[in-house]
């Protein structure tokens, strides 16, 4: 009879021992979901950055920086964590991928020259805009003579970046054109270096560096009627701690010169690695 009490006195002993453990958890966890953002990057140490490279001088892999993911939106992730005070981790990855990578917390920020929409407004809370590109229009410089107005692409091909805002408004005012939407926009200046199309919409920071390496290419005094392509940062939805943080790094840069700087600057890096 005392074996089996002592028995179940140990066992008595060991769930409340469990009990105490699931309690302690449980509190540490909570502890953390009620953490600000802000106090959460501290702790890690770094700022993580989602971004998608291939799209100079935005983001591009250097090879002058062995393998290294840099650009104007790098160089302005590192400015929001040299502001909160920790390092930089730059995760590289499919465009597609960026938004539902930030909702699910697996990185801090989502800087990829994305323009805001009402549909990703719904999942994620962007910044000011930081760079306020507009829409271009490059040919080969050869037949440059040809165009004086949007109506002379009727009939011809016109290469843009897949889902981007330059291919919705080369299908929208480039009427009669034949438009061909491509996954790079490597690739689309590649279809007009060979002759494969007549003309490519896109970014005039994007197309500077092409028409810098390339001299054959030259980008046309033609405006489009929407031309903004406005590019904003990204953070999970009521992140407005590191939202303010975000938008005072913007203005500062804005305001400074640095912006213009890192145009010029990764626009000459991205033409050098391109040769």
């Known amino acids: 009879m005392k074996t089996t009490r002592r028995g179940l006195l140990k066992k008595i002993f060991a769930v409340s021992a469990t009990a105490a453990m699931l309690i302690s ?34 983001e591009f892999v250097s090879s002058a920086d062995g393998g290294q993911v840099v650009g104007i939106d790098v160089a302005l992730a590192q400015k929001v964590a040299d502001k909160i005070g920790v390092g930089l981790k730059v995760d590289d990855m499919a465009f597609s991928e960026l938004i539902t990578t930030l909702q699910s917390g697996n990185c801090d920020i989502v800087i ?10 719904q999942a994620v809370d962007f910044s000011k805009v930081y760079l306020n590109d507009q829409q271009c229009i490059i040919v080969r410089s050869e037949d440059a003579g040809e165009y004086t107005s949007l109506d002379d692409f009727a009939g011809k091909k016109v290469a843009a970046e897949m889902g981007s805002s330059s291919e919705t ?6 009427s009669g ?8 926009v490597s690739d689309v200046f590649l279809e007009l270096e060979n002759g494969s199309v007549d003309a490519v919409v896109t970014g ?3 197309g500077k560096q092409y028409t810098i390496s390339n001299p054959n290419l030259v980008q046309l005094d033609l405006k489009f009627a929407e031309s903004d392509k406005p590019a904003s940062a990204a953070v999970r939805k009521g ?10 790094v913007i203005d500062e840069v804005s305001s400074d010169g640095t912006m213009d700087s890192w145009i010029d600057e990764y626009s000459q890096k991205a033409s050098e690695n391109a040769q």
């Open 25 to 58: 958890v449980s509190g540490c966890g909570s502890s953390n979901e009620t953490a600000s953002s802000i106090d959460r990057i501290k702790q890690a140490g770094v700022l993580t950055l989602a971004t998608a490279s291939g799209y100079p001088p935005y």
């Open 169 to 174: 408004v080369a299908r929208s005012e480039l």
């Open 112 to 121: 990829a020259g994305m323009p805001e929409t009402e549909e990703r407004a």
């Open 177 to 184: 054109a034949d438009v061909i939407s491509l996954s790079l």
């Open 204 to 206: 005039e920071v994007v």
């Open 239 to 248: 992140d407005t701690e590191l939202l303010e943080i975000v938008n005072s």
